[in-house]
T-cell receptor
Framework: KQEVTQIPAALSVPEGENLVLNCSFT??????LQWFRQDPGKGLTSLLL?????REQTSGRLNASLDKSSGRSTLYIAASQPGDSATYLC???????????FGSGTRLSIRP | DVKVTQSSRYLVKRTGEKVFLECVQD?????MFWYRQDPGLGLRLIYF???????EKGDIPEGYSVSREKKERFSLILESASTNQTSMYLC?????????????FGQGTRLTVV
């Protein structure tokens, strides 16, 4: 059974720092991995999708990497800003498109 | 841009009412999903639809039903609302295929059952 874990559950850092959010999964047979952002009381916004054949994907200050063999993905945020404060979730479709397994998220707070 | 639109941001309903949550996507996606999100429990799949009139139960289908009469619209129905169905409901869609299943979410509906 696929399980997705995100550590830490919460993170608070000063503005300007580079930071790394972690996501691990137990079964390496994944199609892809997706990172989302969720602001309080809102829906999920897709940030990055990494195909199983890729090792990383970049969008602006965000870089996501994928290591299937070790069951890990990281989301790197460069030069963090207060507007980056949100909960970040990773998710993997598993077995079929109907099964998208979500991590519990990392709540990120960037202090001005 | 892909757009998934949920009909309401906030809803307050009474116990026993029949509640309809509507979701529309504009990207001709085959797959549509309904999740609920609760503190400490994360996102849990209620129902999934992979085509018009086709559906599969998710992890917590009890007390819910769904309808997909048109490809772009997926409705979640609470047959008789109860207070334990107070939650944030999230609709999502994705294209079919196992190599690129990027999911897109709506803005969420916060449902309160009193």
């Amino acid at each position: 059974k696929q399980e997705v874990t995100q550590i830490p559950a919460a993170l608070s850092v000063p503005e300007g720092e580079n930071l790394v959010l972690n996501c691990s999964f137990t079964d390496s047979a994944i199609y892809n991995l997706q990172w989302f952002r969720q602001d309080p009381g809102k829906g999920l916004t897709s940030l990055l999708l990494i195909q199983s054949s890729q090792r990383e994907q970049t969008s602006g200050r965000l870089n996501a990497s994928l290591d299937k063999s070790s069951g890990r993905s990281t989301l790197y945020i460069a030069a963090s800003q207060p507007g980056d404060s949100a909960t970040y979730l990773c998710a993997v479709p598993y077995s079929s498109a109907s099964k998208i397994i979500f991590g519990s998220g990392t709540r990120l707070s960037i202090r001005p | 841009d892909v757009k998934v639109t949920q009909s309401s941001r906030y809803l307050v309903k009474r116990t026993g009412e029949k509640v309809f949550l509507e979701c529309v996507q504009d990207m001709d996606h085959e797959n549509m999903f309904w999740y609920r999100q609760d503190p400490g429990l994360g996102l849990r799949l209620i129902y999934f639809s992979y085509d018009v009139k086709m559906k599969e139960k998710g992890d917590i289908p009890e007390g819910y039903s769904v309808s997909r009469e048109k490809k772009e619209r997926f409705s979640l129905i609470l047959e008789s609302a109860s207070t334990n169905q107070t939650s944030m409901y999230l609709c999502a869609s994705s294209v079919s295929g196992d190599w690129n299943t990027e999911a897109f979410f709506g803005q969420g509906t916060r449902l309160t059952v009193v």
